[in-house]
């Protein structure tokens, strides 16, 4: 559960909002000073005919590390040419110290505007 949303819950961008048209992977989210559930949030446009979108958390414990998948942190697949908005909770405390957010696009090339956010608790507040 987020706690103290006014003072303790930051914004992280996994994933900026932008036309997905290929296969690919966010930056890097250092998860260092974060504690608890962590609330992550897929906002998918529909993507074309035949097109889908699978995303998922990935983590490791050095930023250029090798990434494995987060237990519990995909997302729904995207139906063709259907928006979707999700959320799923992960807790920062069983996560490595690294996340990338990682999206295959799937029948052909997408068309349709992806973002990933998450929000997350601070350990010491501020």
Do not use: Q, W
């Not at 000073?33 to 998918?44: H, N, R, S, T």
């Not at 090339?109 to 973002?115: R, Y």
């Amino acid at each position: 559960m987020l706690h103290n949303l006014g003072t303790k819950t930051t914004v992280l961008s996994l994933l900026p909002n932008d036309v997905v048209t290929t296969t690919g992977t966010g930056s890097a989210v250092d998860l260092a000073g974060y504690e608890g559930d962590m609330a992550v949030i897929l906002d998918a446009e529909a993507g074309g005919a035949g097109i889908t979108y699978a995303c998922k958390l990935t983590e490791a414990d050095t930023s250029g590390g090798s990434y494995t998948d987060v237990t519990d942190g995909a997302f729904t697949t995207t139906t063709a040419n259907t928006a979707l908005v999700e959320k799923i909770s992960v807790n920062t405390n069983d996560l490595k110290r690294y996340i990338k957010l990682s999206v295959t696009v799937a029948g052909g090339t997408g068309a349709g505007a992806v973002s990933v956010t998450a929000l997350a608790s601070k350990k010491y507040g501020n």
